[in-house]
Each structure stands twice: as structure tokens, then as C-alpha cells.
């Protein structure tokens, strides 16, 4: 029975590096992903003044409470949405200038609703190009905190930064939200956050944060739940095949995990215990109708196995899919239609038929891991698949491919081409 080893989660490591830089102490991190983002963001501190000790099972934080320990700095925020949204965040709770830029693909990712919540907080933001976008220049203050509104349907992203900020500013923060998307996100946040010693309220639609700040720990990061989805959809179109993931059961923190419940409902034996889960491949694999708004990020994987189900694949209410890395519906679409697949999409659905009727083409990844990975596993069933742009799966997953190939070469149970 193959048994994969995830990286970590980009989303926790993410959120414990900023809880990290902003608690009281020295913070370890336990199997960090050590990825283009992770690196990316850890970098980004770097550059702010914060200390990041980084050996290949831990990382370690020095924290400051304060703010980051000089005047001003320079950031490059890479491709990372975490960095790109959480750093300009941690910044404003300090004192100083300090200067966010990013990729050319994040500087197309919006960001005006996180930015006009904290300039209604009274931070000092400015957009030096295009209002909404990177590159943006932080003059840093201290944040009071009190009441703020926020629009987070596009992303829950915005809904976290402030959350984590919550208790660096001098008040507390009251955060009322007018709409949220991938609310198991936010639900990760609030879970670290109580890791860190601070503990988060909700009434309705309003998230209460105390002042106070954060304690350092011991963090222990778990396999990320998104990587892992390909590893099933491996496993759930391959008749026979099991694939097993530790470190990822009923205590998981990700809603991610919630794709094996489509796996489920469409035909593939799950097994979900307190030490891991299991997707077994049974031979079928049902067509099906699903709302994807809290598990976004696997709507690519879904996408790319719809074709081998025995009827109609529609995915709804994914409308943010298309303010990713790219517009994930439109990408999904146009590679299924170069393998011959019948497709529609709507604002925020796509639905995708039954069978394949091209051979094998080559994938456009424009530039986004989750084509990538999500596409490595329709060529399970499609000889011939090639990729534009095999390594942008360094984003999350550098070994990718090469775990992939070791998953398909398995004799045992495992996954066969």
C-alpha cells in the first residue's frame, strides 16, 4: 500500500511564520514546506530585521512583539499571496517604511479590500502603481485597532491578515465581515491563533480579537491537504490503486481534506482515521453535481478527472478560482478542450462530460502549480501529456514530479499508468 509523504501545508506554514515573528519568544516550526513561497515569506522577514533559523526538519522564529527591527526595508513578495497580503500586514503594527513588491502574476492579484481596511485602521498604505496592486509602501505607525469592515469574498486571505494582526494593535480589533469565501481557511487561522495564546470570538458576522499578543511555541506543521488531493485523485481513477497519506486524519486542521468526501460520493473508498486517510480506487467513478466555495483549491484537481466519470462533472459557486495564480475555471476549461473534452463554464461554474477524445496534448500551466499537478494526474489515463511549464510546481511542491513518477512506478497497489 503506497504510503506518500506530503510537504507541509503552504497555509499553515504561512500563518505560523507571521504568528511566529509576532509572539513573545523563540517559536520552532516542525516540518516547515520548504517551497518558492515558504522560502519567499521567510525571506521577507529576513528582510524586515526578524531572526529565521532555518535547518531542514525546523525552522526557528525570533520573535518581536514590536514590529520589525529596522527603519525601512525593501520586500520582493515573489509569487506568494500569503507574503504578498500577510507581511504589508505585519509591518503596520511596527514602526518604520517599508516597501512590498511582488511578481508580475501577483501584482495582477487583487488586493484592495485588505488595503482600504487598513486605512480605515489608520495605517499609512500606499499603492504605487495600480490602486489595489502591488507595489505598495507601508509607513508604519502602530495600529490602534477598533471596528472595521471588510469584503472578503474574494479571498479569505484578507479576513487572516487582519485576524493575525488583531492582537498587535492597542485595542483589539472588531472585524465585521460583509461576505467570506473558503471559510475552513479562516477556521485554520483562529485554530493557530489559539496555538499562539490568543483566542478569537465570533458573534455573527463579527470576529472579536483581543489585544495582547501572541506566545511563542513549538509548532508542528501538517501535510498540506491540497498536494495531497492529487495523491487521491491518483488513487480514486486508477481501479485497485491505494495511496495513504500520514499526518493527515480526523484532527486535521485543513478543509482541504474534505475532497476525499467527493471521492466518496463519487465511488472511491475512503478511509479517514486519527493518523491518516486512505483513498482506495474502486472502478467507478460517478458523475456528480458539488459546491466547492470552501475547498476551491481542489476544484483543479476535480476538473482534471471529471473526463473518466460515467456521466456530467459540474462544479459550482467557484468564482474566485478565477483571481488565483490564474483564472482556474478558464485554464481548466481550455486544457480539457485540447484533449478533446466537452466543457461549459459560467461566472462562478464549470461543467465538464464524460470522456476523452483527443490523444495526449500539451497542458498550458499558465504559470500555476495546481494546473500542473492537477493535469499530472488526467495523464494517468492519457498517454502523451506534456506541460508548457513542468517547474512551476516548485511554488508548493519542488519534488512533485518526481514523487508523482515514483507514486506511478509502484508495483504494489500502486498507481499505474
Known amino acids: 500500500m503506497p504510503v506518500v509523504d506530503i510537504p507541509g501545508s503552504k497555509s499553515i506554514t504561512a500563518r505560523a511564520l507571521f504568528l511566529a515573528a509576532a509572539a513573545d519568544g523563540v517559536t520552532t516550526l516542525v516540518r516547515p514546506l520548504r517551497s518558492d513561497d515558504s522560502e519567499g515569506f521567510a525571506e521577507g522577514l529576513v528582510r524586515l530585521g526578524y531572526r529565521v533559523g532555518r535547518t531542514p526538519g525546523a525552522w526557528q522564529v525570533d520573535g518581536r512583539p514590536q514590529g520589525p527591527a529596522v527603519p525601512e526595508a525593501d520586500v520582493y513578495c515573489r509569487d506568494g499571496a500569503t507574503t504578498a497580503r500577510f507581511l504589508p500586514t505585519l509591518a503596520a503594527a ?7 513588491d511582488a511578481s508580475e502574476q501577483m501584482r495582477r492579484r487583487p488586493l484592495l479590500p485588505l488595503t482600504r481596511a487598513l486605512r480605515d485602521l489608520g495605517v499609512d498604505l500606499r499603492h504605487e502603481q495600480a490602486e489595489g496592486h502591488h507595489p505598495l509602501t507601508v509607513r508604519a505607525a502602530g495600529v490602534e485597532g ?23 494593535t492597542r485595542k483589539g480589533l472588531r472585524i465585521r465581515v460583509t461576505d467570506l469565501v473558503s471559510v475552513p481557511y479562516v477556521e485554520i487561522t483562529i485554530a493557530m491563533m489559539r496555538a499562539f495564546g490568543v483566542r478569537v470570538d465570533r458573534e455573527g458576522d463579527v470576529f472579536v480579537v483581543p489585544p495582547g499578543g501572541y506566545r511563542a511555541t513549538t509548532y508542528a506543521i501538517e501535510p498540506d491537504a491540497s498536494t495531497a488531493s492529487y495523491f487521491f485523485a491518483a488513487a480514486a481513477v486508477t481501479p485497485g490503486a491505494e495511496v495513504t497519506v500520514p499526518g493527515l486524519g480526523t484532527g486535521a486542521l485543513q478543509g482541504d481534506l474534505g475532497f476525499v468526501d467527493v471521492l466518496r460520493r463519487m465511488g472511491a473508498r475512503v478511509s479517514v482515521g486519527a493518523s491518516g486517510t486512505t483513498v482506495r480506487g474502486t472502478g467507478v467513478l460517478r458523475g456528480l453535481t458539488v459546491n466547492m466555495r470552501d475547498i476551491s483549491d481542489t476544484m483543479p484537481t476535480l476538473a482534471a478527472i471529471a473526463p473518466f466519470a460515467d456521466g456530467p462533472v459540474r462544479i459550482e459557486d467557484v468564482a474566485n478560482t478565477r483571481v488565483k495564480e490564474c ?28 470522456g476523452v477524445r483527443g490523444e495526449g496534448a500539451e497542458i498550458a500551466s499558465y504559470g500555476d502549480h495546481r ?12 498517454p502523451g501529456i506534456s506541460f508548457d511549464d513542468p517547474g512551476c510546481v516548485r511554488k508548493t511542491f519542488p519534488g512533485f514530479h518526481e514523487a508523482f513518477a515514483e507514486l506511478r512506478g509502484r508495483p504494489e497497489n500502486g498507481v499505474q499508468a
Open 94 to 100: 511596527g514602526h518604520g517604511t517599508y516597501r512590498f
Open 146 to 168: 477598533g471596528e472595521v469592515v471588510l469584503d472578503a469574498g474574494q479571498s479569505s486571505q484578507y479576513l487572516t491578515a487582519l485576524l493575525l494582526l488583531g492582537p498587535l
Open 327 to 354: 483564472d482556474r475555471l478558464e485554464a481548466c476549461a481550455e486544457n480539457l478542450r485540447r484533449l478533446g473534452v466537452e466543457v461549459a463554464t459560467g461566472p462562478d461554474w464549470i461543467e465538464i462530460q464524460p
Open 371 to 382: 494546473i500542473v499537478m492537477s493535469f499530472a494526474v488526467t495523464g494517468l489515463r492519457v
